[in-house]
């Protein structure tokens, strides 16, 4: 039988279970800036919904537990754990190993972004009414610094996403992936949960076997995350290459293709590699040249477009991403391939 929760039997059978409660988790580590404001929002949500609100810590040093703890003290509804693995999957996973029973949504919030008030809520009335096994957020990225708007400029474009649905700001939909915020617990369990093995791509690895389990993934144009991009070229980088490697370790466990605008950044890393052979003919300059002038091209229209001068910059900041993800995911093919990489693929 398919496990799809769109039909009105399977729909009923949900309201009819008892499961009426939340459970939200914050996996977290070093966000004593955010943390505060963020819980006071989360409860406020909580109180009204009967739901419980679990902040997982990787580990944090910043006072960030102190602060959970002092206003775990007086709000029943807030609990805490350690997350020894200290990856966001395994973080989750643990919170809805010790408290997910008797709850029908998992809320996953990331504490480095910002949220609607009205933001839970609106998940779970998206849930009831579509019947869909997860409900994904678009994920609208903005910046303070110069540097982190430059680089929420080129993600909320088609130039740094790729066009992908949840960057931007959609029509309600389904789709095979978009940014986790809801998924009903009976899923989660159903397909196993996070695989604790990625510290990247850990979501669309998820949602991979959520679609192919038979439910159905609802993209909600009912509200969205606000992310706050890395704030230097150097610290995009290492976060883009992390991208690109738990994208090609999703491609290799589920031995899947990658989509045409993943392949085309693909590209990026042997264009480099190539024009290091300029020596022996101009000619090995050539795919680099392109693609350098394409992103620094599209990025003066972003400048254009938005009359900011400072995001004439764009482009380098494309151009980091693209280089970063596509050598991290060549990185990963070569590790698996020599027999380095220690992380079982099946």
């Not at 769109?6 to 977290?28: E, F, M, W, Y």
């Not at 350098?292 to 091209?297: E, K, S």
Request: aromatic share 8%; glycine share 10%.
């Amino acid at each position: 039988m398919r496990n799809d929760l769109t039909g009105a039997g399977r729909q009923n059978t949900a309201r009819d279970d008892g499961k009426t409660s939340a459970l939200i988790v914050v996996p977290c580590l070093n966000e004593a800036s955010y943390i505060g404001n963020l819980l006071a929002q989360l409860l406020a949500f909580a109180e009204r919904s009967a739901s419980h609100v679990v902040v997982v810590d990787g580990g944090s040093t910043d006072g960030t537990l102190d602060i959970v703890q002092g206003i775990a003290a007086t709000h029943p509804r807030l609990s805490h754990l350690h997350n020894p693995k200290k990856i966001q999957s395994a973080g989750i996973n643990l919170a809805v190993r010790i408290f997910g029973a008797g709850t029908r949504h998992i809320i996953r919030i990331d504490a480095h972004c910002g949220y609607p008030d009205d933001y839970c809520a609106k998940l779970i009335d998206e849930a009831e009414a579509t019947g869909a096994g997860s409900i994904v957020v678009a994920m609208i990225a903005a910046g303070r610094g110069p540097v982190q708007r430059i680089n929420a400029a080129v993600q909320n474009s088609r130039l740094g996403n790729g066009g992908s649905r949840h960057r931007r700001h959609p029509t309600g939909q389904y789709v095979d992936h978009g940014h986790h915020a809801l998924i009903l617990t009976v899923v989660f369990n159903a397909v196993g949960g996070y695989d604790e093995s990625f510290r990247c791509n850990e979501d669309a690895e998820l949602d991979y076997r959520i679609t192919q389990a038979g439910y159905r993934i609802w993209l909600t144009a009912r509200t969205a995350v606000t992310y706050y991009p890395r704030q230097t070229l150097g610290a995009l980088f290492r976060q883009y290459f992390s991208y690109g490697q738990g994208r090609a370790r999703t491609v290799l466990k589920h031995r899947i293709r990658p989509i045409a605008r993943q392949a085309i950044v693909l590209a990026v890393a042997p264009s480099i590699l190539t024009a290091a052979l300029f020596a022996v003919s101009l000619w090995a300059l050539l795919p680099m040249a392109i693609w350098a002038l394409a992103c620094l091209g599209a990025g003066a229209g972003i400048a254009i477009r938005a009359r900011e001068p400072g995001l004439l910059w764009s482009g380098c900041s494309a151009m980091v991403m693209h280089a970063a993800w596509s050598f991290g995911f060549w990185q990963q093919v070569m590790s698996r391939n020599s027999g380095k990489d220690g992380r079982a693929i099946p």
